[in-house]
């Protein structure tokens, strides 16, 4: 399938993984040309894995050493990280920031943070208020143009965040559950149609922003240079991009206001982040 | 076995024409899988192809040309640590063929940056990379006493600000290698190559590929190493040169693996060359990987595993070697 402008191919020694893969992404395009960016496989460690307690191994054109397996029930999960590994260790064509990032108008806003700061359940939220999300986990700077390209794959929610899209989407599709995985219990959201649809059109970087949950309410402008030094620590391709990387981090800081936001509850970090934009 | 599309595709680059998307597909995965993708990329440059494919290379270009760069920016950290005490920096492998502008160079994956240093300066170029920035990678007293007795390397360094990796050899094969070539003859031919560095002189350098290849590890690789040597012969071929380097490498006893490493290239990227039936299992293992990127062939590649290991150390030591690796909890082929 194509996420954004990267396609993939993921093969799997299970069919489950695969059909999982087929009814979530089912109204995303085919990879350009049939030639996708990046492989993904899901396979079993030795052969007998593949039956006796299944143990799904991540590999495809780009790996870490020493990942650990995981049990067949969170194979989609698999994928999932599979191709966000691709990106993160592969991606050459835009400067990669772990962001999620949601548009209106032609114009996008950026939510970067550490795990835990709410930068997927924000987006989910501000598409279900009308925004069009462009990604909940990667956000892609284009050297030439400055201009955002998005990663709309399926957002992945965890934990609490989980009942609070089920309320706020009833009509949305979900993943199946994928419990008790490294990172607490998740499941994946389908963006809406028009996210889907829109989804090789860039934006232009309106806003940056540095969520943080669980905090009272707070907001404050953040410098370029401290901007600058913390999309570093949020890329994960600056270093590999060299002089392309810094141009494209120097004109987005640059050009593009950045604020810092705490928030103790989702609605009061939209009104937050509604007014920035 | 695509890594037979990637060989056509680089002996003659106007072959990817007929490719169809699947063939493009394939192609990419095990080019990545051989960590050739960038070779390919400048191959078959400017030649008719899906718009997603030339993306792809376009990319690969891009990002070989940055890691050249920072090659040579690890080449010039090292020679800044080792200039104040007068130790040569000679550069090995994928470093050198940027730095030298040779051919093998173009769109080459760099990874570590090897270097080679006379053995009776080891000591005082290990304290001035230590002094440098560099550390130890290998925490286990075990690998560290292993490297230091028996290895043609220091355990490896890494630079703690740049996070990148360097190899101080002082010889090309391990010490426990059968063959033992002529280290003082490697330092005394190596020839300046601008900006005060060094490689190995034009004969040194294929039998210091073929060594690497044939009389040491496991294979993995292989395609890219016989990619270097095709493109180094190419490249330094003049009348007498064939005999000059078969002659150097009878020096350095590695005569053999010479001559295989010289067969072969020619038979994967060159006019074709004769076969030895020895020869066979060597071009089975090379062209294992599938269109998934996969390695096949699970026995040729853990043949050639314990053949490494053979060649590098005596059977009773290989048997303490691996029975150790194994309570560690290393598996050699997964």
């Known amino acids: 399938m194509r996420i954004g402008p990267a396609g993939f191919r993921v093969g799997s020694d299970w069919r489950r993984p695969i059909a999982e893969l087929e009814n979530l992404y089912r109204d995303y395009p085919k990879p350009e040309d049939g030639v996708p960016d990046f492989t993904v496989r899901l396979f079993a460690a030795r052969p007998w894995r593949r039956f006796v307690r299944p143990a799904v191994m991540i590999g495809g054109d780009f790996t870490i050493p020493d990942a650990a397996p995981l049990p067949l029930d969170l194979g989609l999960l698999a994928a999932e990280m599979g191709m966000n590994l691709q990106m993160a260790l592969a991606q050459r064509r835009y400067l990669l920031l772990h962001a999620s990032c949601v548009e209106r108008n032609g114009r996008a806003v950026l939510m970067t943070g550490e795990s835990g700061a709410g930068k997927s359940t924000l987006a989910a939220l501000m598409m279900a208020r009308g925004w069009r999300l462009m990604g909940d986990e990667f956000a892609l700077v284009d050297p030439e143009t400055g201009l955002i390209h998005g990663f709309p794959r399926l957002v992945s929610l965890k934990n609490e965040s989980v009942a609070v899209m089920q309320a706020a989407l009833p009509q949305a599709r979900f993943g199946p559950p994928q419990l008790k995985t490294p990172k607490g219990d998740i499941r994946h959201l389908v963006p809406d149609a028009a996210s889907i649809a829109a989804m090789a059109v860039p934006a232009v970087a309106a806003h940056i922003v540095f969520p943080r949950f669980g905090l009272e309410r707070a907001i404050r402008e953040v410098p370029p240079a401290e901007t600058f030094v913390r999309l570093t620590q949020a890329s994960t391709n600056y270093v590999a991009l060299g002089e392309r990387g810094f141009d494209a981090l120097t004109r987005l800081v640059t050009s593009v206001p950045a604020t810092a936001i705490d928030y103790p509850d989702a609605a009061t970090a939209i009104r937050q982040v509604e007014a920035l934009a | ?334």
Not at chain 2, 11 to 23: I, K, L, Q
Not at chain 2, 61 to 80: D, F, K, N, V, Y
Not at chain 2, 253 to 262: C, E, I, K, M
């Open chain 2, 1 to 334: 076995m695509s890594a037979r599309l990637l060989v056509a595709a680089l002996r003659d680059p106007a072959s990817v024409a007929e490719f169809n998307a699947a063939g493009w597909t394939a192609l990419i995965s095990a080019a990545r899988a051989e960590q050739m993708i960038g070779t390919l990329a400048h191959r078959v440059a400017g030649l008719p192809m899906p718009a997603a494919a030339a993306r792809i290379l376009d990319d690969a270009r891009a990002s070989a040309e940055q890691g050249r760069i920072a090659a040579l920016w690890e080449a010039e950290m090292a020679r800044r640590a080792l200039a104040p005490i007068g130790v040569p920096v000679i550069l090995l492998k994928g470093t050198a063929f940027v730095a030298a502008g040779l051919e093998a160079g173009r769109g080459r994956h760099i990874g570590d940056l090897d270097i080679l240093v006379p053995r009776d300066r080891l000591e005082e170029g290990e304290a001035a990379l230590l002094a440098a920035g560099w550390e130890w990678v290998k925490p286990d007293p075990y690998d560290d006493a292993y490297y230091r007795r028996w290895m043609h390397e220091l355990p490896p360094l890494i630079h703690r600000e740049r996070d990148r990796m360097i190899d101080v050899h002082h010889t090309i094969l391990p010490l426990t290698a059968a063959p033992t070539p002529d280290a003082a003859a490697l330092v005394a031919g190596a020839v300046e190559i601008g900006c005060g560095l060094f490689m190995l002189s034009r004969e040194d350098v294929v039998i210091h590929a073929a060594a690497h290849l044939f009389a040491d590890g496991d294979l993995a690789g292989g395609l890219r190493n016989l990619w270097d040597i095709h493109c180094l012969i190419g490249e330094f071929d003049a009348p007498g040169y064939v005999e000059r380097l078969r002659e150097r490498a009878q020096l350095h006893g590695l005569l053999p693996a010479v001559d295989r490493a010289l067969r072969l290239s020619q038979w994967l990227y060159g006019a074709g060359a004769p076969l030895t039936p020895i020869d066979r299992p060597f071009v089975r293992r090379l062209l294992g990987r599938d269109g998934w990127g996969r390695q096949r062939r699970k026995v040729s590649e853990f043949g050639f595993y314990l053949r490494g290991h053979l060649l590098r150390m005596p059977p009773a030591m290989l048997a303490r070697h691996l029975w150790t690796k194994w309570r560690k909890g290393y598996r050699p082929v997964g």
